[in-house]
């Protein structure tokens, strides 16, 4: 058996898009791979204290890089080139066992250049080129699940919707939970294991009230208004600009037994003055997104005329990097007063309330 490697070249702030434009096209697992140096908590599982000079010195952060990656399995793709098939250049990775014609993966190439393409027109997302080899290495198949674990945040645990709760969480003081999530973590950052996901969630915990009404713009795999219904939001109003997050969110909200009055899911560019779009005012608005569009939100007429006064716009998906121009944008617009700024590893959520 054979497949077709695909890999985007992309930025580390940028994988939740391209992984999300990648899934749009029916793909349903992809593999991260970036140039971020460990944690300390990871440095020192992989290094003991009596050998610090092991330990990796100097690593920058500017601009860091990451590729997307997804396979695609074919019947017969023998010895031919990549670019026999379709070449392109990417790093995107999507697990699947289903047999494709060579058709059917120029379509989904043609589809997920498509993508891409569109993304570069609003965001930074770098070169967002594709790569194609061809493998015979299956070991992936039956493993790659291993790199999907559950995560908690706060009281509300996300799991991989083939899991059952793992035994230590129930036994562990330490690991009790109110809620259970479960999602296909196919879809963009669906375990919530991303810090800008966790950023997110935990602005939302903290400033939501129970009964408070949310409108999340870009919501990808749907999971922060998942979180948000879990802790007694009244309901959701979501938004994004690509159809194809259809099906993922129609499925997440299935295996919630979430019902799509709960869930309102838009296709729609809130910042299109003639999208006519306008569901009315929230108490609270998310948008785990990038800088560049984070930014455009916080402008006068953007994301304001969503929140009701005193409401709270939780932003996430900055890199901590782009924190003073993040700041800047929301301190040129007088309706918006900065409340927090909540801190994970390289990345930060900024939580402003609407005071105009």
Known sequence: MKWICVSIDTLVSAEELVSNAVHSCGITGVQIENSLPPTDEEMKAMFNDSLPELAPQGISLDDPRSRVIFYLRVSDAGD????????????????????????????????????????????????????????????????WKQYYEPVLIE?????????????????????????????NPGTAFGTGSHETTKLAIEGLLKYMKSGDSLLDIGTGSGIIGLCALAKGASGVTATEIDS?????????????????????????????????????????????????????????????????????????????????????????????????????????????QKVI
């Open 244 to 352: 194809g997050c259809i099906p993922s969110v129609t499925h997440n909200l299935e295996i919630n037994g979430v019902t799509q009055d709960r869930f309102r899911l838009f296709i729609t560019n809130v910042l299109d003055p003639d999208s006519g779009f306008f569901p009315g005012v929230f108490p609270v608005v998310t948008a785990n997104i990038l800088a560049p569009v984070i930014e455009a939100l916080a402008a006068p007429g953007a994301a304001d005329r969503f929140t009701l006064h005193g409401g709270v716009f939780i932003t996430s998906g900055l890199a901590a990097s782009r924190e003073k121009e993040v700041l800047d944008a929301f301190a040129a617009n007088p309706s918006w007063k900065v409340i927090d700024i909540l801190r994970m590893n390289d990345w930060i959520s900024v939580i402003a």
């Open 155 to 183: 009281d509300i645990l996300i799991l991989p919707e083939w899991m059952d709760v793992p035994e230590d969480y129930t036994q562990e003081k330490e690991k009790q939970f109110s809620h259970v999530i479960k999602l």
């Open 80 to 143: 031919r080139k990549p670019d026999e098939i379709g070449g392109i250049k990417d790093d995107s990775y999507a697990i699947n066992d289903r047999i494709y014609s060579e058709e059917e993966i120029r379509s989904i190439l043609n589809d997920v250049r498509s993508r891409i393409d569109s993304l570069k027109k609003y965001s930074d997302i770098g070169p967002g080129t594709l790569e194609l080899s061809v493998t015979s290495d299956s070991d992936w198949i039956d493993n």
